[in-house]
């Protein structure tokens, strides 16, 4: 899983995620993130709604560009229904909000990390 948010929200999910066998990666801007999903596919990703250098939206238009695209969740402080509405019709996955909840993170990465897998393994049996 790669993530860019916030550092004390970085803190928060390898808390959160330390007990799992995910590896928790991390990217601080929007171009280390595409510099980092070139390297290697991830399963799923987590970006907070606005960077220093983009938003999360500009993350889904360079991930729209890929063969098979892990989901997408958007982290925001303000994760309204509106927001949440954006993120599903726009082609993200999901919205976590700030402060991140245990249950609601795990749950989240959860069924992402599903998703993204289930969507590799049909994308490679396509081929």
Same mark, same amino acid.
């Given at each position: 899983?790669? &993530? *860019?948010?916030?550092?004390?929200?970085?803190?928060?999910? &390898?808390? !959160? +995620? *330390?007990?799992?066998?995910?590896?928790?990666?991390? *990217?601080?801007? +929007?171009?280390?993130? /595409?510099?980092?999903?070139? =390297? #290697?596919?991830? @399963?799923?990703?987590?970006?907070?709604? @606005? +960077?220093?250098?983009?938003?999360? /939206?500009?993350?889904?238009?360079?991930?729209? $560009? #890929?063969?098979?695209?892990?989901?997408? !969740?958007?982290? &925001?402080?303000? %994760?309204? =229904?509106?927001?949440?509405?954006?993120?599903?019709?726009?082609?993200?996955?999901?919205?976590?909000? /700030?402060?991140?909840? =245990? #249950?609601?993170?795990?749950? @989240? !990465?959860?069924? %992402?990390?599903?998703?993204? $897998?289930?969507?590799?393994?049909? &994308?490679? #049996? *396509? $081929?």
């Amino acid at each position: 899983m790669l &993530a *860019a948010t916030a550092p004390e929200d970085l803190r928060s999910l &390898a808390r !959160i +995620l *330390a007990h799992t066998r995910w590896c928790l990666e991390t *990217a601080s801007c +929007l171009s280390e993130l /595409k510099f980092r999903l070139r =390297e #290697q596919a991830r @399963v799923v990703l987590v970006c907070d709604a @606005v +960077l220093g250098d983009g938003t999360w /939206k500009d993350l889904l238009a360079h991930l729209e $560009r #890929q063969p098979s695209p892990p989901p997408l !969740i958007v982290a &925001a402080h303000h %994760a309204d =229904e509106r927001l949440w509405m954006e993120v599903l019709n726009s082609g993200g996955y999901n919205v976590l909000g /700030k402060p991140f909840e =245990e #249950q609601e993170v795990f749950r @989240v !990465i959860s069924m %992402a990390w599903l998703h993204g $897998r289930n969507r590799s393994r049909a &994308a490679a #049996q *396509a $081929r």
